[in-house]
């Protein structure tokens, strides 16, 4: 199965389906505004204008499930991430990443890449997931692991198109 099964909801309520992305390698990334790796949108922004027109597609996912570290509504989610950060690539309304009530798109991220010893659990926010040009989850990243080192990654992928 790939991650263009699945939908995910823009903060404006509407569904999406991931296969909108088809042929792009996808990063994706739960994030939060209130939380020691928030910086990373700025390098997150910096790969999206660097590869954005070479194919990636970088997508935000908001999460509250870590120490409540995004407490706010989408809408000020997303004017948070473009006034300080300039985020130019889509942040989708707010998911839950772990338990019961994670979103499926999230269950299939971290069936299809498992953390340290095999874990299946984001421990934190700014995981992050990367996908091929043919939505099959290919790596995951640690929330320490910041942006600008997974550019090799990136671009291994991108010429792969």
Known sequence: MSVYNYKVKYRSGEL???SEYEGKVLLLVNTASKCGF???FAG????NQQYGDKGLQILGFPCNQFANQDP???ETI???CQTNY???FPVFSRVV????EAHPLFKHLKESARGVFWSKRIKWNFTKFLVDHNG???RRYAPRTKPEKLRDDIEKLLAQI
Not at 44 to 47: P, V
Not at 97 to 100: A, E, I, L, P, Q
């Open 44 to 47: 997150l922004e910096e790969l």
């Open 86 to 88: 300039g985020v130019s």
């Open 38 to 40: 928030t910086p990373q």
């Open 72 to 74: 706010g509504d989408d």
């Open 16 to 18: 999406l389906s991931l």
């Open 78 to 80: 997303q004017n948070f």
């Open 136 to 138: 099959n989850v290919v």
């Open 97 to 100: 990443v772990n338990g019961k």
